[in-house]
């Protein structure tokens, strides 16, 4: 909200007070005539009872606080310090808002000591982004009205501004051989200044573009983080697969293990088995053999006293 909204805002409610105290002159009216005297002690009650006086004065109040915080503001983006830290701090505000926490950095050294005001990792490689744009001229040709012979001057001073800066963020963080992204980003914090920019510089930002460097605002920066996010979730993903095949391969190798050992095993087992058999083979063997010549012992003494048995002897 602005100084000029909070006055309007105040307005407003001036127009509704006074309308208040209309409607309740024109009841009076209705029940009986009234004299002047009336009528002013009418609004002094309606004014008290309705408390007006302390909401105008909280009203003017505010409004005297927003005329400070706009005139601060406007001083702080004057200064290119102040539109600096402006544009760090809402870059690193849509960072932290779209994506995680280990893909983005905010002024982080990258790669050679290149300290971009933010970069992005993604599956393309690091994304710089740039935020210190320069604006001097910018407010020198908004300032200007559209008859002043200077406003084009401002305006064609800006344009040779932005292609210095453009250069130099593409020498510092195009760098594919170094890690970065086949392209870097430039945020401008500002939808008019984009506006602006795209309108007049045209040419300019289309010949950067195939350079490598791409301008955005509050809004396309959006976009574009969500278009990368897609490509974040791919990274996970497969970081995911990675981490689950590396698991599989680990369980393959104990399996095998396991599998060795039980095929060791079921072969002695086997060889036992057939050892077993053939013992008791064996054991039946000689139970029959044993069931031969085993005998009741009175039977024997019976042979013996059969004549011609072992003790009927002649000798």
């Not at 830290?85 to 982080?108: K, W």
């Not at 001073?157 to 800066?165: G, N, V, W």
């Not at 995911?240 to 060791?264: G, I, P």
Request: aromatic content about 6%; hydrophobic content about 40%; some cysteine.
């Amino acid at each position: 909200m602005d100084s000029t909204l909070a006055l309007s805002i105040l307005v407003v409610l001036s127009a509704l007070t006074l309308s208040a105290v209309v409607l309740v002159l024109v009841s009076a009216l209705r029940r009986r005539e009234v004299t002047p005297i009336e009528v002013g002690a009418a609004i002094s009650e309606t004014w008290i009872r309705l408390g007006l006086g302390e909401v105008i004065g909280k009203i003017e109040l505010q409004a005297q606080e927003i005329r400070k915080t706009h005139t601060t503001l406007e001083q702080m983006l004057r200064s290119p310090a102040g539109r600096a830290s402006f544009g760090e701090l809402s870059l690193e505000v849509i960072l932290a808002d779209q994506l995680p926490a280990d893909y983005y950095g905010v002024r982080q050294k990258c790669f050679d000591g290149k300290i971009p005001d933010g970069h992005i990792r993604a599956s393309e490689g690091l994304i710089c982004i740039d935020s210190k744009f320069p604006l001097d001229n910018f407010v020198r040709m908004i300032a200007c009205a559209d008859t002043d012979r200077g406003k084009d001057g401002h305006r064609k001073q800006f344009l040779r501004d932005a292609e210095k800066h453009l250069q130099k963020v593409a020498e510092d963080y195009v760098q594919p051989d170094r890690g970065t992204a086949a392209f870097a980003l430039v945020y401008i914090p500002s939808e008019a200044v984009y506006y602006a920019l795209a309108t007049d510089g045209y040419d300019l930002l289309k010949r950067y573009t195939s350079k490598g460097v791409q301008v955005v605002s509050p809004l396309l920066l959006s976009h574009k983080i969500e278009l990368l996010k897609m490509g974040v979730r791919a990274v996970r993903l497969n970081e995911s697969a990675q981490q689950v095949l590396v698991l599989l391969q680990a369980l393959a190798s104990r399996f095998k293990v396991v599998e060795d050992t039980w095929t060791v095993f079921s072969n002695h087992l086997r060889n036992l088995q057939g050892k077993a058999d053939e013992l008791e083979k064996a054991y039946k063997r000689v139970r029959r053999e044993f069931d031969k010549i085993e005998c009741d012992p009175s039977e024997s003494a019976s042979e013996a006293e059969k004549p011609g048995g072992p003790n009927n002897s002649p000798l």
